[in-house]
C-alpha cells in the first residue's frame, strides 16, 4: 500500500494533518490485518496507540 507524498516539502500549516490522511488508509489496513489474525479490537488499538507514543519519544529524543 503507498502512502501519499507530501504537497510540498515546506512546513505548512496543515502538514500534520495532510500526514495523517495520507496515513490513515495504511493504518486502518493495519489494524484491521492484526484484528483478522485473531487480536481484539480494543487489544489492537492499546497496542497502536503505544507504537505511536513510543514512536513520538524516539523522535523527541533525537531532536534533543
Not at 39 to 49: I, K, N
Request: aromatic share 6%.
Amino acid at each position: 500500500m503507498s502512502i501519499t507524498a507530501p504537497t510540498t516539502k515546506k512546513v505548512y500549516l496543515d502538514r500534520a494533518i495532510e500526514c495523517q490522511v495520507a496515513l490513515e488508509p495504511a493504518f486502518e489496513d493495519l489494524a484491521e490485518r492484526a484484528e483478522v489474525a485473531g487480536w481484539g479490537r480494543s487489544d489492537v488499538a492499546f497496542a497502536l496507540t503505544n507504537l505511536g507514543r513510543l514512536h513520538l519519544r524516539k523522535v523527541v529524543a533525537a531532536i534533543r
